[in-house]
């Protein structure tokens, strides 16, 4: 599986951005995706998850009614849709892929929100 990332940059704290992520290859293993993160410092943590079949999804505490995870089966891709950004939000996101075996990860994509 191979995951590419995009949609990162620059923004003002209040303001919005949306990842994208997509997986190629064997997608049929995939068990859910996610998105995580890790700012400099700082170990990576989870954002939010998607499990592949009933769309369950699973948010950090720290990003709640602000961002929303989707996914679209038909082009093997998930979202972040990331609302009123802070400053505290800046990191490198990364895309997750889980299988019953492995983790796949993406490259990163670096989120930077000025206050």
């Known amino acids: 599986v191979q995951l590419v990332e995009s949609g990162g940059g620059l923004v003002q704290a209040g303001g919005s951005l949306r990842l994208s992520c997509a997986a190629s290859?064997?997608?049929?293993?995939?068990?859910?995706m996610g998105w995580y993160r890790q700012a400099p410092g700082k170990q990576r943590e989870l954002v939010a998850t998607?499990?592949?079949?009933?769309?369950?999804?699973n948010y950090a505490d720290s990003v709640k009614g602000r961002f929303t995870i989707s996914r679209d089966n038909a082009k093997n891709t998930i979202a972040l849709q990331m609302n009123s950004l802070k400053p505290e939000d800046t990191a490198v996101y990364y895309c997750?892929?889980?299988?019953?075996?492995?983790?796949?990860w993406g490259q990163g994509t670096q989120v930077t929100v000025s206050s």
């Open positions: 290859g064997s997608t049929f293993s995939i068990l859910y």
């Open positions: 997750r892929a889980r299988t019953s075996v492995v983790n796949y």
């Open positions: 998607i499990t592949s079949g009933g769309g369950t999804t």
